[in-house]
């Protein structure tokens, strides 16, 4: 029985207060903000966030915003579930289809294509701002092509990462007191989940994708893994979402396993079922927005669970190992009863908002998957079905391989 640890999908999606500066002060030069290669440095320095402004985005363009943008088209799941955050969202006029979970998310204009965002649907919304992800490079120049203004954000795979975007985010559509609020919010989430697990051991861990391909070094889902208290054996094995023979998965030999369908169906599977996770049935249901899309409650909410389940574990092993759940008989030192299993009750999560933004059809696109999000169960980072983004991943992993 798969019962030795379960932690329930966060399904609650909450909906940030609306705010933002109006308008561009008169005779207000515009501040000129460049995104950096190395590092956060995205700062305003006094506490206006006026307009004009110009950034200058991950393609080297520098933008230029006369005025705060009142019309926003996001092609990235995550950048909506971050304007959703910032209060923003009643200005949002067209999404893709997989930040649909967000609240009142269906009643925007769905500039959705069978792969990526269609240029057609986005120009028919009429934006003033279109934000797109780094894994939809290829449409960017269609989009500044038909004179649309067009924020293109680089690769996000650590928190830092995501605190610049979501600065930038703010000061793109002047909502920076949100922004650094927003900030401030996921960076205590973050001390809370190290200090969490700060006093356990950290299980070796693995998040697969299906058909062999797993989240590895250099992602986002490492970083949340790494902040929640585990080690992501398949960071040793390259970086982005290589695909693992069995082999080197049984090698490897996790001891837990970040899964996205509650039944844990993989674990069913070979070669998972032979591992450590399988054969102990320790695994952790994590929502498959919040996983797969970089964006600030994402990293609020997942950080939480799996450090939540991590120490839970932790302390169903303890627990066991003192005998408090399976005592010992004194004679030989076996355990005459317990086993040491966990309902998972204690270690839900509330999931506030509970959804990912998939940005590039892989856990938002940031970490170089796709931007669709998943949006299904069972998905790899970012959008789509397993079998859609396995090609995705593939298609990547071959144009950008490491």
Not at 167 to 176: D, F, Y
Not at 201 to 215: F, H, I, M, S, W
Not at 374 to 389: C, H, I, K, R, Y
Request: charged share 25%.
């Amino acid at each position: 029985m798969r019962d030795r640890y379960v932690i329930a999908m966060a399904l609650l999606v909450t909906t940030a207060l609306v705010g933002g500066v109006a308008g561009p002060a008169a005779g207000a030069q515009p501040t000129t903000i460049e995104s950096p290669t190395d590092g956060p440095s995205v700062h305003q320095t006094d506490d206006a966030c006026d307009f004009p402004v110009e950034l200058t985005d991950a393609t080297g363009t520098t933008i230029t915003l006369d005025e705060r943008p009142e019309r926003i088209t996001t092609i990235n799941p995550s950048a909506a579930q971050t304007l959703w955050e910032l209060g923003a969202e009643d200005r949002v006029v067209g999404v893709t289809q997989y930040a649909f979970y967000l609240d009142g998310a269906t009643e925007k204009a769905n500039v959705s294509a069978s792969f990526g965002a269609s240029v057609e649907r986005v120009v028919d919304t009429e934006p003033d701002l279109v934000l797109a992800p780094n894994a939809s490079a290829s449409d960017v120049e269609p989009l500044r092509e038909q004179g649309l203004t067009v924020y293109h954000f680089p690769a996000a795979t650590s928190v830092d990462d995501i605190a610049e975007k979501t600065e930038t985010i703010g000061r793109l559509v002047g909502n920076c007191e949100a922004a650094a609020a927003t900030n401030e919010e996921m960076y205590d989430a973050v001390e809370e989940a190290e200090d969490r697990t700060a006093d356990v051991d950290r299980p070796a861990a693995l998040y697969p994708l299906g058909d062999g391909y797993v989240a590895a070094n250099n992602t986002f889902i490492d970083e949340i893994m790494r902040v929640g208290g585990t080690d992501n054996v398949a960071a040793a094995e390259g970086d982005g979402y290589p695909q693992l023979s069995n082999e080197v998965i049984l090698q490897t030999d996790p001891e837990l396993i970040l899964v996205t369908d509650p039944e844990a169906r993989i674990l069913d599977e070979e070669p998972y079922a032979s591992t450590t996770a399988g054969t102990e049935g320790n695994y952790v249901v994590m929502d498959v927005n919040y996983l797969n899309q970089p964006a600030p409650r994402s990293v609020i909410e997942s950080t939480e669970t799996l450090s939540t389940a991590v120490a839970d574990l932790q302390a169903e092993d303890g627990e066991t190992a003192d005998g408090e759940d399976g005592t010992s008989d004194g004679e030989d030192g076996t355990s005459d009863g317990g086993d040491g299993t966990s309902d998972g009750e204690d270690g839900t999560s509330d999931g506030e908002d509970g959804t990912s933004d998939g940005e590039d059809g892989t856990s938002d696109g940031d970490d170089g998957t796709s931007d669709g999000d998943d949006g299904s169960e069972s998905q790899a980072p970012g959008f789509g079905v397993v079998t859609a983004l396995i090609a995705a991943l593939a298609a990547a992993l071959i144009a950008r391989r490491r």
